[in-house]
């Protein structure tokens, strides 16, 4: 079946800091990939989105590229703000149409 | 346009009770799914339903259970309550089930303690 491995956390950085936050998946045939943001006491927002290999998802200063080569959807943004602290999750829709969720992430950016 | 309503926020059960929880879809949405969300097994989908019929469903035992309503509107259901069940409920929204139109928008959650 599909699954998300996403890094654990939990991920502290500084204001102005370089994130990472890798997301490989498993599935069959050609899903679509998601980065979802979870503030807290809310529920989830759709970050970005990819729909086929190579494609680049981004919004909001955060980027993240299909690879099908390595099944990886790794999570990037320049230069983190304080506002940026929230749980993210990656995600997958394969042929089933539902969602595959990855375990989450927490981000905490410190100024 | 308003999003996706759930209702009530939050709720405290004791084991053994019933407990149904609503979800209000965007306007001119006509698929909602419902996923569980815990510390220990993170996101998890529940089912979906799409004009009144359930398309989709998770691995989650019998004691849960949904319906939608002729507007959209869907309620979940879980009986005999167990102290597991603690969670967020979370509910989604979208237009249709495939393509572009199915990208999911979600609610605030309800969440559920089992005491």
């Known amino acids: 079946g599909n699954s998300v491995t996403q890094m654990e956390g939990p991920v502290t950085l500084s204001e102005e800091a370089f994130l990472t936050i890798n997301c490989t998946y498993t599935?069959?045939?050609?899903?679509?990939l998601f980065w979802y943001v979870q503030y807290p006491g809310e529920g989830l927002q759709l970050l970005l989105k990819?729909?086929?290999?190579?494609d680049k998802g981004s919004n909001k200063g955060f980027e993240a590229t299909y690879r099908k080569e390595t099944t990886s959807f790794h999570l990037e943004k320049g230069s983190v703000q304080v506002s940026d602290s929230a749980v993210y999750f990656c995600a997958l829709k394969g042929s089933a149409r539902q969602l595959t969720f990855g375990s989450g992430t927490q981000l905490t950016v410190l100024p | 346009k308003a999003g996706v309503t759930q209702t009530p926020r939050y709720l405290i059960k004791t084991r053994g009770q019933q407990v149904t929880l609503s979800c209000s879809p965007i306007s001119g949405h006509r698929s909602v799914s419902w996923y569980q969300q815990t510390p220990g097994q993170g996101l998890q989908f529940l089912f979906e339903?799409?004009?009144?019929?359930?398309?989709n469903k998770g691995n989650f035992p019998g004691r849960f259970s949904g319906r939608q309503f002729s507007n959209s509107r869907s309620e979940m259901n879980v009986s005999t309550l167990e102290l597991g069940d603690s969670a967020l409920y979370l509910c989604a929204s979208r237009v249709g089930l495939a393509g572009e139109a199915s990208e999911q928008f979600f609610g605030p959650g309800t969440r559920l303690t089992v005491l």
């Open positions: 599935a069959t045939g050609y899903p679509s």
């Open positions: 990819a729909t086929k290999a190579d």
């Open positions: 339903y799409f004009s009144e019929t359930q398309r």
